[in-house]
Every structure is written in structure tokens, then in C-alpha cells.
T-cell receptor, first 112, second 112 residues
Framework: RKEVEQDPGPFNVPEGATVAFNCTYS??????FFWYRQDCRKEPKLLMS???SGNEDGRFTAQLNRASQYISLLIRDSKLSDSATYLCVVSPSGGGADGLTFGKGTHLIIQP | NAGVTQTPKFRVLKTGQSMTLLCAQDMNHEYMYWYRQDPGMGLRLIHYSVGEGTTAKGEVPDGYNVSRLKKQNFLLGLESAAPSQTSVYFC???????????FGQGTRLTVV
């Protein structure tokens, strides 16, 4: 099982719709979780951190389910500018700085 | 604020040539990373450093060497470039093991 798995998509979604995608991780001792956004041919940028209690930032909601080892990202009222690749990122547990582990990303296309 | 700066941004090498990619950060971060990104493969960790004078291997270290002589700089070297090293290379830094990563703009390397 890969460390971090995501559905690559693409997800084709009409503007204004709600879209959600999940990411599963294999290391049950993982401590930190993030969603990054990457636009075509650009560097990844932090979208939001994912806390145990879940968190919301405007139209974006992130959830963590430790029992099932997945995190989710929900985008409401999607905009054309939301088109991008969304990367799930998991940090290792203490005891070794292996770096952040990235999923391969989910490609989202918002259609007018 | 510059953040993380990578040089060069583009490079074409002939097979067997050598080159060094430079990553510089001005955020006083302890941790620095080199990733490569290939279509369908996501971001893969090449080498990382947890502080000045330290380096460690990541997931795909073969064919690369690194050095961290100064805290703000992390160099990635290719001693004898191969076509398989054609990729986009991203440098990143974090203040801690579980904190947000800041990325450079990437280096697009083509080996012919």
C-alpha cells in the first residue's frame, strides 16, 4: 500500500457545484496533515492544514478521520479559479525527518 | 520577502554533463528538501537536510548528491546527467518537521 493515495481524477465539476475528494494514508502514527494546491507548472502552495477537529476556511472544509486513516477536502460553490491539482500531504511521526510525503494529486477542472 | 529561491529556472544538459542546482531560503528554516516531479508520479523526495552540515537520502537519491554548508543554502548536484533525470525539481523548506513547507518556483531540467 502506498503511503499516501489519492484519486488522480480528473474531476470535471460545473461551476457552483460542491466537490469533495479523499486521501488515504498508511502510517497510523502520522502527526500532521495538509492540503496543498498546485497550478499548472507552478510550485505547490499550502491551501490549509488539517486538524483533528476539522477546519473550515471560507468555501473549503478539511476533515481528518484517524480511525479510517483518511483526510478529506470539500469545496463548496466552486469557482473557475479552483481548477488546479490538490495534493494531500502527510508528515511522518516523530523519530525521523523523512520529509513531507505527498500524494500524487487530484486534478480538478471547474467548467463554466 | 524572497522566501525560497531556486536557480536556475531552466536548463538543458547533454548526457554526462554535470550541474548544480542552488536553493536559498531567507526564513531561517532548519529543514530543507529537494523533490522531483514527473508526470503521473507526483513529488518524490530526493534528499533532505535537518540542519546545517547534515544531509540524508530520500526516496530517489541515486544519481544525485547534496550539500548544506550554510543554513540558508541547499545544493543539489548531478555529477553525470542522464535522460532519466529530465524532470522538474522543487526545493522546499520548513521551520519544523510538521510545519508548512514553502517551495521554490522550480527548475525545469532537460537532459538530452
Amino acid at each position: 500500500r502506498k503511503e499516501v493515495e489519492q484519486d488522480p481524477g480528473p474531476f470535471n465539476v460545473p461551476e457552483g457545484a460542491t466537490v469533495a475528494f479523499n486521501c488515504t494514508y498508511s502510517n497510523s502514527a502520522s502527526q500532521s496533515f495538509f492540503w496543498y494546491r498546485q497550478d499548472c507548472r507552478k510550485e505547490p502552495k499550502l491551501l490549509m492544514s488539517v486538524y483533528s477537529s476539522g477546519n473550515e476556511d471560507g468555501r473549503f472544509t478539511a476533515q481528518l478521520n484517524r480511525a479510517s486513516q483518511y483526510i478529506s477536502l470539500l469545496i463548496r460553490d466552486s469557482k473557475l479559479s479552483d481548477s488546479a491539482t490538490y495534493l494531500c500531504v502527510v508528515s511522518p511521526s516523530g523519530g525521523g525527518a523523512d520529509g513531507l510525503t505527498f500524494g500524487k494529486g487530484t486534478h480538478l477542472i471547474i467548467q463554466p | 520577502n524572497a522566501g525560497v529561491t531556486q536557480t536556475p529556472k531552466f536548463r538543458v544538459l547533454k548526457t554526462g554533463q554535470s550541474m548544480t542546482l542552488l536553493c536559498a531560503q531567507d526564513m531561517n528554516h532548519e529543514y530543507m528538501y529537494w523533490y522531483r516531479q514527473d508526470p503521473g508520479m507526483g513529488l518524490r523526495l530526493i534528499h533532505y537536510s535537518v540542519g546545517e552540515g547534515t544531509t540524508a537520502k530520500g526516496e530517489v537519491p541515486d544519481g544525485y548528491n547534496v550539500s548544506r554548508l550554510k543554513k540558508q543554502n541547499f545544493l543539489l548536484g548531478l555529477e553525470s546527467a542522464a535522460p532519466s533525470q529530465t524532470s522538474v525539481y522543487f526545493c522546499a523548506s520548513t521551520g519544523g518537521r510538521r510545519t508548512e513547507a514553502f517551495f521554490g518556483q522550480g527548475t525545469r531540467l532537460t537532459v538530452v
